[in-house]
């Protein structure tokens, strides 16, 4: 049970003796008003079991009725992502019991899924990766548990368990790849790749705000080693709970140095359910798959089958917008960037807010360069995604002009960026707030300006023997007692008209 | 008084329709007279597992105090009706007969309650069933016993039981039952009554507690063939919360059945099913049946039907094929009742932990023929399973409805006995299911083809009522009423009198 207690096998020396498949199960949480079979809203954060009827509760006589823009969204994800629609879907009762399924089964689908055989192409460095697509189907979400009193937060020790439902019969759209072998040491950049371009496709459609930290996006990653040559695959485990992009990184990189470890000492790999816990990248065994449920699959009789008319298929079908594939393309040669440039913007989910950026009125190249640079860094110290730093394209295009200007230069846009990140306003807020204004030639500066020389006679001497570059430190010393407010070439102009007396 | 109010009770609800648009009655009176009657009676029948009281009066005086206001009121504003505890009532307990939803008041009303209501009629009561309906006796009801009130030692049928008891007894003038397999034709037929189950998807399955999802329908229970339609004709059409709901609108239902009173069937072909108690299927039918279902099908050939033997050999498999459909959907509809959000919960003391809680819930709440087919139905779905049995039955329904289809490109209606015997008496089919699912034998093909069919009685035997079962094509509940319409018409003429009034009104009730 201890993750702690896992042997693992360094990751290069994983692949020198096995290969790696992968296979993604992805939940989508649609943005549609109201749940999937009533009428009840989907905002997030409500107050817990408000937004409840008899249907989502389950009450006994209550009947669902399929929601038509959930059903839209799943055939615009199955188009975006290449699959054939089927003409004929069903949906199926998935029967277990747990508190957070209402009606002691889950509304979902089975062998007539709504979407089926697509793929989705993911680059990771330079190299193209096929991840094909088994089906993509639409069920409904679960409630929400919350085990109280307990050390791990789940049921096992806790002293009770509250459930709330809002979230119970939101719909669900869940996409399952095929197994994708071949990946080897790229597996877990692969799974992060595809996550990412389906998270990009899925925002592109407008169909769900896909935020992982809300559980708007979920993954389970399923992953199994091989021995180098062998035709058959491994057994595989599936991780639940990965829920960042970084997180399915990390998971698939932790099972594949776990399960070397357990193979090389000559055990076996059990198949199983593992969680995947964020604060240490690791992950532990769940329930056995071999002790599971059977889930007793029937189709629904409470709804009738859907048979998506082919005409309004194809409407749909052109009515697509713009793939982020081809946008890529396009930006790339807007932008003049390289396409190794744009996969690494593409993969760091830095694409749109740079995109967005720019129509915010920043050049590409700056827009980057922020994203990139001290945005990436900050992203990665704090352990989160770039898009859930607490600043908008607009304020780092608004930060870009303010240097442009020379209202700030770089320093101090860095400290203006602190101020945004700490939510104390726009940059040109933050700049008037803590006076982070370069300084013109104020009385101030010439006041600083004139106290270094004062201070340094010795240097002063020496840039009057002709060693000019001795300036450097006096420039240094007012961009010290300015605490980095004045502009250094301005500084450097300063003194020399002071003591070269040009 | 006394004398005016159980003469109230025996008035059909188009009797009662006039007397309360002319004002003749008061909606209290008429309520009352049938309160009275049930706190008489009710002791003796076991009709009731809940009566209204108060809130049926107060019901009852905003009718009247509309009508005094000169409000437009419908026909049957004011005019009483009884539930069966399956139909979902807000407010109101309903327990599908089941220990497992004791004391659940629902916070929402079933959509067939929420049109009775919006039709002026007053709630009297819920009435009792077969726990969850799966029974032909209401003696699987986890509550009590009801009495046929033909013979209170016979029952009454099932699972609508106390529905069919409560308006044969006179205690409700007519009420709503709910069909699966028979539920409301077994009843109406062992009572004396007029039951119809309309076509699959034409009245709303919203708000009933499900049994088995593709089979369940809600219809009428009613002391003549023109209340049932009128009934029908409040309770149907579509329902855009329940998705399995036919958008069309209803048939004219009232018109076929006065049509039908008329009593001219000429060009009407009708088709007795062999595999229904014809020649070389008459294993298990009492011999008092069959001549009453003969005698029957005479009276339709003298309106001037033309009649013919129709064969439909699939129906032999309809017992089985439904013994597998309807428990596997049931065992899905029931996984809800595990004691977390209503109802009842069971050992939930501290020291056990979740599944303890619901194993003991579930243990205690459920009673043996619920649990039978919870098991039955589990098993019939299990992986590796799926195929032999829930798989195979559907074939089986494709077959039953294939079969149909044949025999209605030749006739209009198909008739056949609505029951195999005459009510049996309390106890005799406890222990053995197979012969209690034997009640089922005629009624179950209607209902796993989706189609409608009505119990029209047809006579008596041994001074027991037998029912005359008429099935029609999907979506031609008309001619089910036009039919039973004339057989009742002209069994009434010939008698003198309906059969119900050969039930004398039990002695200390008026
Ligand atoms: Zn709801």
Redesign the interface.
């Known amino acids: 049970m201890t993750s702690t207690a896992d042997r693992l096998v360094e990751f290069d020396e994983v692949l020198t003796r096995y290969e790696p498949v992968i296979g993604l199960e992805t939940h989508v949480e649609l943005g549609t008003a109201s749940k999937m079979f009533c009428g009840c809203a989907t905002t997030f954060g409500a107050e817990p079991n408000t937004h409840t009827c008899?249907v989502c509760?389950?009450?006994?006589?209550?009947?669902?009725?399929?929601n038509a823009a959930a059903i839209e969204a799943t055939i615009k994800i199955g188009l975006a992502l290449g699959c054939r629609i089927a003409n004929w879907s069903r949906f199926a009762?998935k029967?277990y019991?747990y508190?957070d399924i209402?009606?002691?089964?889950q509304t979902s689908q089975y062998d007539e899924p709504l979407c089926v055989a697509g793929h989705l192409d993911v680059e990771v460095d330079g190299t193209t990766h096929r991840v094909e697509i088994e089906r993509v189907h639409l069920e409904e979400d679960t409630g929400k548990n919350l085990h109280v009193g307990g050390a791990t937060g789940r049921?096992h020790g806790a002293d009770h368990?509250l459930?709330d439902f809002n979230r119970a019969g939101i719909p669900l759209v869940e996409i399952v790849t095929r197994p994708v072998p071949g990946a080897g040491r790229l597996a877990p950049e692969v799974a992060r790749a595809y996550v990412t371009e389906l998270r990009e496709i899925v925002q592109a459609l407008g169909v769900s705000d896909v935020r992982m930290e809300q559980g708007s996006l979920r993954c389970d990653v399923n992953i199994s080693l091989n021995p180098v040559g062998d035709l058959e695959w491994g057994t595989r485990t599936e991780t639940k709970n990965v829920n960042s992009l970084r997180s399915v990184e990390r998971a698939v990189r932790f099972e594949m140095r776990r399960q070397a470890a357990v193979l090389d000492s000559g055990g076996r790999i059990v198949q199983e359910t593992r969680h995947f816990h964020e604060d240490t990248g690791t992950t532990s065994s769940g329930r056995s798959k071999e002790e599971a449920t059977?889930?007793?699959?029937?189709p629904e009789?409470?709804?009738?089958p859907l048979a998506p008319d082919a005409d309004w298929i194809e409407k749909l079908r052109a009515e697509l917008p713009e793939l982020p594939a081809a946008r890529r393309t396009r930006l790339q040669q807007e932008w003049g960037i390289s396409g190794t440039e744009m996969t690494w913007l593409a993969n760091a989910g830095a694409l749109g807010l740079v995109e967005q950026t720019v129509a915010a009125g920043a050049s590409p190249g700056d827009a980057r360069k922020w994203w990139l640079g001290d945005l990436a860094r900050r992203a990665n110290e704090a352990g989160t995604e770039l898009g859930e730093l607490a600043v908008t394209p607009a304020q780092v295009a608004e930060l870009v002009r303010l240097v442009n200007e020379g209202t700030i230069n770089d320093g101090l846009a860095r400290q203006v960026l602190d101020g945004v990140l700490a939510g104390q306003g726009d940059p040109a807020q933050v700049v008037e707030a803590q006076g982070l204004a370069v300084m013109g030639e104020s009385d101030e500066l010439v006041a600083a300006v004139e106290a270094a020389i004062a201070g340094a006679p010795d240097v002063i001497a020496k840039v009057k023997a002709g060693k000019v570059q001795a300036l450097g430190a006096l420039v240094g010393a007012v961009m010290k007692t300015t605490r980095g407010k004045a502009d250094a070439p301005t500084v450097k102009r300063m003194l020399e008209e002071r003591v070269l007396g040009s | 008084m006394t004398g005016t109010s159980s003469d109230l009770t025996r008035v059909d609800v188009a009797g009662l329709s006039r007397l309360l648009s002319s004002g003749e009655v008061s909606a209290v009176e008429v309520t009352r007279a049938h309160l009275d009657r049930i706190a008489a009676d009710d002791g003796r029948l076991g009709a009731y597992l809940h009566v209204e009281d108060d809130a049926a009066l107060a019901a009852a005086a905003a009718v009247d105090q509309a009508r005094a206001t000169g409000a437009e009121l419908g026909p049957l504003a004011g005019v009483p009706v009884a539930l069966k505890d399956?139909v979902?009532t807000e407010g109101v307990p309903?327990t599908?007969g089941s220990k497992i939803?004791e004391g659940?008041r629902?916070?929402?009303s079933?959509t067939v309650a929420t049109r009775l209501a919006e039709a002026g009629t007053v709630l009297l009561g819920k009435t009792n069933m077969d726990e969850f309906a799966m029974g032909s006796s209401t003696e699987n009801s986890a509550y009590q016993v009801t009495r046929n009130p033909w013979d209170t030692d016979r029952i009454p049928g099932g699972s609508s039981g106390g529905s069919s008891a409560a308006v044969a007894g006179h205690l409700a003038p007519w009420s709503i039952g709910t069909d699966t397999g028979g539920s409301i034709r077994q009843p109406a037929a062992v009572t004396g009554l007029v039951g119809h189950k309309p076509t699959y998807g034409s009245v709303s399955?919203?708000?009933?507690?499900?049994f088995?999802?593709?089979l369940d329908q809600a219809g009428p229970m009613a002391r003549t063939v023109l209340d049932a339609a009128v009934m029908h004709e409040v309770i149907g059409g579509h329902d855009?919360?329940?998705?399995?709901s036919i958008d069309t609108p209803l048939a004219r239902l009232a018109d076929a059945a006065r049509e039908g009173a008329a009593g001219d069937l000429r060009g009407v072909r009708v088709g007795v099913v062999r595999e229904l108690g014809g020649e070389g299927h008459t294993d298990g039918y009492e011999p008092g049946v069959l001549v009453r279902t003969r005698e029957a099908i005479e009276v339709l050939a003298s309106l001037g039907a033309e009649v013919t033997e129709v064969s439909c050999p699939s129906f032999d498999l309809a017992l089985p094929a439904y013994y597998l459909i309807a428990p596997?959907?049931a065992?899905?509809n029931?996984?809800?009742?595990?004691g977390?959000?209503?109802g009842l919960r069971a050992g939930d003391d501290g020291s056990r932990d979740?599944?303890e809680v619901?194993a003991i819930t579930r243990e205690q709440g459920f009673g043996p023929e619920v649990k039978r087919r919870i098991i039955l139905g589990?098993y019939a779905?299990?992986?590796g399973y799926?195929d032999a049995y829930?798989g195979q039955a559907q074939k089986v329904r494709t077959l039953i409805t294939r079969d149909f289809g044949a025999a209605f490109a030749d006739v209009d209606v198909l008739v056949s006995p609505t029951t195999p015997t005459v009510a049996f008496p309390i106890g005799t089919r406890v222990d053995d299911p197979i012969a209690m699912y034997a009640a089922d034998l005629c009624t179950l093909p209607a209902s796993l083809a989706g189609l409608p069919a009505i119990s029209v009685p047809s006579g008596l035997s041994d001074g027991l009522p037998v029912g005359l079962q008429v099935m029609a094509p999907a979506l031609a509940d008309e001619r089910c009423y036009r039919v039973a319409a004339a057989l009742e018409a002209a069994q009434d003429a010939a008698r003198g009198h309906r059969l119900l009034d050969e039930l004398g009104t039990p002695a200390g009730a008026a």
Do not use: H
């Not at chain 1, 209402?102 to 089964?105: D, L, S, V």
């Open positions: 008899p509760l389950g009450m006994p006589g209550s009947l669902p009725v399929a009762r029967n019991f508190p209402p009606k002691g089964f049921i368990s459930i059977d889930y007793r699959y029937f009789p409470d709804l009738v | 399956l979902v309903t599908s939803l659940w629902p916070p929402y079933a399955r919203y708000g009933l507690i499900a088995s999802s593709s855009p919360r329940d998705s399995t596997s959907e065992s899905s029931l996984a809800r009742y595990e977390v959000r209503f979740l599944d619901m589990t779905l299990s992986s799926y829930y």
